[in-house]
């Protein structure tokens, strides 16, 4: 990558390039922008330094996870079983939240169901 006429500036904006961050400039600042970010999310300096080491912490960040089932437009089932998915992952997430209120670590396992006396005929 590095070639012996490259300014280290440009070395830098191609290795974060490569990272998922760009770096421009605009009327006299430095933007900074994720490619999976919105322009809300864009972050503006005049200070090369201060733009750099923002690229670089926002280069270090994982990417967002992805969605757990079918969440785009289409056909009725696609939908339905969207918002099967959708129901599911909100029911564990009160669960997880309800385990974590109580200490308890919130595995499939440990499920406790009440026995009756009349069960163990």
């Known amino acids: 990558m590095t070639n012996g006429s490259a300014l280290p500036f ?11 961050v760009d ?3 605009a009327a006299g600042e430095f933007v900074v922008r994720c490619r999976k970010g919105h322009t809300g999310e864009d972050y503006r300096t005049d200070d090369i330094q201060d733009a750099l080491a923002h690229a670089q912490q926002l280069a270090e960040l994982p990417p ?3 969605p757990l089932g079918p969440l785009g437009k289409g056909n009725k089932h696609r939908q339905w ?13 009160k669960r997880r939240r309800a385990a974590a209120a109580e200490g308890v670590s919130p595995t499939v396992g440990s499920m406790v169901t009440e026995t009756h006396a009349d069960d163990h005929v």
Request: net charge positive; proline share 7%; glycine share 6%.
């Open 81 to 93: 079983r969207a918002r099967m998915y959708r129901h599911n992952n909100a029911i564990a997430g």
């Open 23 to 25: 770096i421009t400039t």
């Open 10 to 20: 440009q070395d830098a904006v191609e290795q974060l390039r490569l990272r998922g």
């Open 64 to 66: 967002d996870p992805p």
